[in-house]
């Protein structure tokens, strides 16, 4: 794939329509109950994510970490609304980021605030996040907070700020595709965390977002300049090849508080090639139960990549390994 190209009336379509089912629980319970159909995209999720358990991310970790690749590690999940089960989140974090001290680089540990309480209670979630975020000192890890629906964005954005006016590793996801976005930088500048920038993967009305388009980019691109300019610690997260070409074009890579970070299984080739020219490359591994949502999200992203999932589905070694210099 050579940048973002316009997609057909079909390809929107269908991207339309996996944006819609993976929003409904009760598809989503109906597949994850079904003895058939879980297995089978379950294989296909496993080009995207690395497995269902803390082990299995572990072990491919331990793999990308020896090629070179900075990593970012993610338990998967959002929406959690009973306070004990959020609690569980929590240790289940706590364990990821106690398992990370092994590795021989710090990693980014991200999650939603959902997932750990938001919609619960914002000082349960607050303080969960407190307490990753000093397990994760220790070891000189990041936690970064992921943004989620703009109904939510508001209450991220405080919470972030609350937090890393007292943690220092406690990072922000920014989705350049909102209205909002370019406040919400220059509201986050002034912090210590790192900023993630991404195009934004959630379906927002017009009024409050950009749709995919060229104007996305140049927001993309505005947003990006604000960070560097500012000197600020930021990660560019995206795979469109026509902004990865301006962004070292305007030499941003050269900046050492730069990366690129990249989804695991989406463009392998283009994590090996920036590697290669020096450029720091993250990738964003996650692992969990929780990973319906995630496989529409690849899918609707790029719909072409159905044709990839039908044929993980039938051949499952065919995700043993998705690049990153394997030989």
């Known amino acids: 794939m050579k940048g973002e190209k316009k997609m ?34 379950l294989a296909a999720a496993k080009r995207y994510v690395t497995g269902e358990t803390r082990q299995e991310v572990q072990s491919r970790a331990k793999e990308l970490e ?3 690749y900075r990593l970012s590690v993610e338990y998967i999940g959002e929406n959690t609304l009973d306070a004990k089960a959020c609690e ?63 109904t939510k964005t508001e209450a991220i954005m405080a919470m972030y700020e609350r937090l ?4 220092e590793n406690v990072g922000i996801t920014i989705q350049a595709h909102l209205h909002r976005s370019v406040e919400d ?12 920038l991404v195009k934004g993967a959630f379906k927002e009305p017009r009024d409050i977002a950009l749709a995919r388009s060229a104007e996305l980019n140049e927001r993309y691109l505005q947003l990006a300049e604000m960070c560097v300019k500012a000197g600020h610690t930021c990660a560019f997260a995206t795979h469109d090849q026509l902004i990865v070409d301006e962004l070292q074009k305007r030499d941003y890579f050269s900046h050492p508080e730069v990366e690129l970070e990249l989804l695991y299984g989406v ?5 090996q090639s920036m590697q290669q020219n020096g450029i720091p490359v993250r ?5 969990g139960k929780e990973w319906y949502l995630y496989l529409c999200h690849r899918i609707a992203e790029y719909p ?5 999932a039908i044929a993980d589905m039938f051949d499952p070694t065919r995700t043993a390994h998705v690049g990153y210099g394997e030989k």
Not at 118 to 130: C, D, G, K
């Open 164 to 167: 890393a006016q007292r943690h």
């Open 304 to 308: 072409p990549n159905i044709h990839k």
């Open 8 to 41: 057909t009336i079909d390809e929107q379509i269908t991207a339309e329509v996996l944006r819609t089912i993976a929003r409904d629980e009760q598809i989503k319970e109906s597949v994850l109950r079904s003895s058939s159909l879980y297995p089978l995209l």
């Open 283 to 287: 990738l964003y591994l996650t692992y």
């Open 88 to 150: 569980q989140v929590k240790d289940e974090f706590l364990a990821v980021i106690d398992d990370c001290s092994v590795l021989q680089r710090p990693v980014g540990v991200s999650f939603d605030l959902s997932h750990v309480g938001l919609l619960v209670s914002q000082e349960q979630a607050f303080a969960h996040v407190e307490e990753m975020a000093v397990a994760a000192a220790r070891n000189q890890h990041d936690v970064m907070i992921s943004m989620e629906e703009s």
């Open 267 to 271: 463009r392998p080739e283009l994590a």
């Open 66 to 68: 020896k090629k070179g």
């Open 185 to 196: 930088v220059q509201r986050v500048l002034a912090l210590p965390g790192k900023i993630r």
